[in-house]
T-cell receptor, first 111, second 113 residues
Framework: QQQVKQSPQSLIVQKGGIPIINCAYE??????FPWYQQFPGKGPALLIA?????SEKKEGRFTISFNKSAKQFSLHIMDSQPGDSATYFC??????????FGTGTRLQVFP | DTAVSQTPKYLVTQMGNDKSIKCEQN?????MYWYKQDSKKFLKIMFS???????INETVPNRFSPKSPDKAHLNLHINSLELGDSAVYFC????????????FGPGTRLTVL
């Protein structure tokens, strides 16, 4: 049972565009929602995370928008660059650190 | 460098063999994890240890046995390897069990022939 649904599966944008990746969750007990970035051959790296008491969080060019009532959260990448080309994973957890991952979005940013 | 490290990076072996993957973190974290990433890149938690104590044990075949000799090390031993075990295995750590910021190692690509 997929508890965190992620879309789209892949995304292609031009440099400078604003790709948006969406995730939806089912378990209202989740209280931590991170986004991870993974380059080929590397481990996932924590990009940004949010807790449900805020609706938005920005770190540099990365923004998480969180809608608690809709049980959805999304990642926006401002002024995207070719170096942002990677696979992005959303995740959710409650309590003891067991991260439930989405299925990943492969982002390609063309010059 | 402060990091989570894994050895080996690549592991190619025959069906039926037994193999181990080692993980070490020098971040001073209390909690460590093993994740499996399949061919479709889906990441799923397998185990978690907090200060050498097993706290998460997902529905994993008992051919997989984690061992934590101390809180900086978490090894994964796999008996009687099967074709379906082929995947990338990631170790991760977090500062303590309820602090969910997890840092991942570079992964070990296991190929079972």
């Amino acid at each position: 049972q997929q508890q965190v649904k992620q879309s789209p599966q892949s995304l292609i944008v031009q440099k400078g565009g604003i790709p948006i990746i969406n995730c939806a969750y089912e378990n209202t007990a989740f209280d931590y929602f991170p986004w991870y970035q993974q380059f080929p051959g590397k481990g996932p790296a924590l990009l940004i995370a949010i807790r449900p008491d805020v609706s938005e969080k920005k770190e540099g060019r990365f923004t998480i928008s969180f809608n608690k009532s809709a049980k959805q959260f999304s990642l926006h990448i401002m002024d995207s660059q070719p170096g942002d080309s990677a696979t992005y994973f959303c995740a959710a957890s409650k309590g003891i650190g067991k991260l439930i991952f989405g299925t990943g979005t492969r982002l390609q940013v063309f010059p | 460098d402060t990091a989570v490290s894994q050895t080996p990076k690549y592991l190619v072996t025959q069906m039926g063999n037994d193999k181990s993957i080692k993980c070490e973190q020098n971040l001073g974290h209390d909690t460590m994890y093993w994740y499996k990433q399949d061919s479709k890149k889906f990441l799923k938690i397998m185990f978690s240890y907090n200060n050498k104590e097993l706290i998460i044990n997902e529905t994993v075949p008992n051919r997989f046995s984690p061992k934590s000799p101390d809180k900086a090390h978490l090894n994964l031993h796999i008996n009687s390897l099967e074709l379906g075990d082929s995947a990338v295995y990631f170790c991760a750590s977090s500062p303590w069990v309820q602090q969910n910021e997890q840092f991942f190692g570079p992964g070990t690509r296991l190929t079972v022939l």
